[in-house]
């Protein structure tokens, strides 16, 4: 409703005539139709719109995985000084007792091998205050040290000055907060008073925080976190000795503790009313990067059954979501392949072994579980011989493998790739950053397709798209589905298939080739039905060992360090 209140009557507004307003209501002239979307505008609003989708697909599932992330780090402040004066019977005016401020806690970095993502890492972490001091001399207690636990493979870089990303630090921060105040107000802000003890204080903290711009200048942090820190405790260490779990990198150290008032008693005052507040910790902005270690990375394009020979070859462990729908999979899932001596793998010891759908396999277990197979089954300390009233179970448990085991690798499963991933169709290409260190990669193609050449051209260009070179990586070309060729057995549905094999297989040759000129491995396999895996596994131990002991090669000798010089070699 209009307010006419503050407008003399005779300007109020008209009502309108109906006239009017049915004219209003006539029929807009005909607006000229709009030029023709260019076909450019309309491939680019496709991207976005794709884009946008896929988005939402990530989030509706929840942001499980995240392999990118700024944190801003503060170490703790210290505590703030007390003002106390002692009492005690017949002691009417007792000296000064205000306690110290505890330092401030520190804040320290450390990769675990427990997490794979970095999504519970909070993006403001906060050292431990230091206590404040109290009466009766009591000083503050030290704020604990926090540890930011980061998964193995993470990458700590600090923001440098300048970039958007970066948070202010002591010096901005404080600046920012005595903005605008006069000299009086800004004294009463940070209450400090010119004394000697305040002043030579105020100094201690500035030569830290040039100190520590130095740093940042000379010396950024940079961690390449991939190795788990050693919390074993030294073979030499005296006995009863009090052994200190490692606590990490120390990237944040916390603020100093205020002083209490017995520090500013003087001869001119007999009992000063003040003491200093606890310093600020300091503060740093972190960039983290999580690259995935595995030995073997899948690209594949969506329902090749990436997922599902992850799932055969770590026997099942590795949980990977399998459905026959395109981009099933959203983010890299890493298994651990085991072999043992004579080549067999832990997927591959319980023979007739079926890797459907999650969902159908879930249906499955649930009427085992309703059958009450499980409740029978032999726990690992039992023995079908002298328990025989037991039933085997052959699905589940029951193998060790870990007495057989020689040789493990990682495998990681990754979300499909499709043609112009690299302009975010679909899933985008932003997951094969887990690969880039992946010691080989394997291309898995769906040999049921009418035309599985022509996928490898695609997932090849889009690995050299993602990174020039990266498609050099490839060691192998896993054909799979092959049990839904040959048919029933009968003679020329077998010809086909083997036709189709040797068609893909004189492809490969032709056309792909790794790094150092090498042929691609073509194996046909089952994914679901286990079939022709020994094969897949054992080739690729034999990639992971290669690249193994390249690294180990082209590694600094640690060792001639040691050999010794002429100085300590033995007079002749
Ligand atoms: N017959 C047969 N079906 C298979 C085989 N491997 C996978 N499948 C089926 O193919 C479908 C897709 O399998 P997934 O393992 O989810 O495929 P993916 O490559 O991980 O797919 P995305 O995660 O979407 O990229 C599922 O229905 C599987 O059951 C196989 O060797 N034989
Ligand atoms: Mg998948």
Redesign the pocket.
Known sequence: MPRFGLLPPSRWPTLRSTESVSRTLAPAPSIPEPPPVAEEDESLRDRLRRRRRTEWKRKQRGQTFLDNLIVSVRGGSGGDGCVAFHREKFKPFGPPSGGNGGRGGDVYIMPTPHLTTLSSIAKKIRGNPGGNGQGTWQNGKNGEPLVIRVPLGTIVREIPRGDSRRSKDEWEAEEESIEGLNAEERLAKNARQPLDAERALYRQERERRLARRQRELEAPIYLDLDKEMDSSRPVDAPLGARHREPLGHLVASGGAGGLGNPHFLSQLNRAPKFATRGGPGERITLALELKILADVGFV????????????ALTGGRAK??????????LNPVVGIVRVAADGTFEGGVRPGQV???TLIEQQQERERMQRGEYATALTRNQTSERHAGLRVDTDRGGYHFDMAETFRFTIA????LISDSSENVGLGHSFLRSMERSLALAY?V?L?SPAPWDELLVLREELEKYQPGMSRKARIVIA?????LGGDGDDAAVAEAKAKLQQLEKFVAEQLVSGEGRRLDVVP?????S?NLTRVVGLMRTYVQEARDLLVEQAPKELDVLQPGPLLTAPQ
């Open positions: 594949g394009m969506p329902n090749a059954g990436k997922s599902t020979l992850l799932r990977s979501e399998v459905a026959s729908y395109a981009f099933t999979t890797h459907d759908e499963d990754n979300p499909g898995i769906d049921s799979n589905k092959a049990d839904l396999v089952s994914a679901k039905f079939q």
